[in-house]
């Protein structure tokens, strides 16, 4: 069974960037489609960016010309690059399928932006 362990949350200044990444305990070259969600304090939980197998994307209106999903499914990764963070971008990061797989869910990795 394939566990996701998120890595690479800090605390950023604004304007700064942080590197994600989520590192699977199997393959994930058959799993279509990723994703990044994120959990700020006192929200739901929402989806942030997702990357398909043959490397499209799509992201949030929130985060869109500022992150960049990728994936390598040769080192069973996915990535989050997050440039010129903002407060609002602080959460709790996760990663996962689309659709979400609760078996899934790891302890995520705190990002947190200060103004």
């Known amino acids: 069974q394939v566990q996701l362990v998120e890595s690479g949350g800090g605390l950023v200044q604004a304007g700064g960037s942080l590197r994600l990444s989520c590192a699977a305990s199997?393959?994930?070259?058959?799993?279509?489609?990723m994703a990044w969600y994120r959990q700020a304090p006192g929200k739901q939980r929402d989806w942030v960016a997702l990357?398909?197998?043959?490397?499209?994307?799509n992201y949030a209106d929130s985060v869109k010309g500022r992150f960049t999903i990728s994936r390598d499914n040769a080192k069973n990764t996915l990535y989050l690059q997050m440039n010129s963070l903002k407060p609002e971008d602080t959460a709790v990061y996760y990663c996962?399928?689309?659709?979400?797989?609760?078996?899934?869910w790891g302890q995520g990795t705190q990002v947190t932006v200060s103004s």
């Open positions: 996962n399928t689309v659709p979400k797989t609760s078996k899934y």
């Open positions: 199997g393959s994930i070259s058959s799993i279509n489609v």
């Open positions: 990357v398909t197998s043959d490397g499209i994307t």
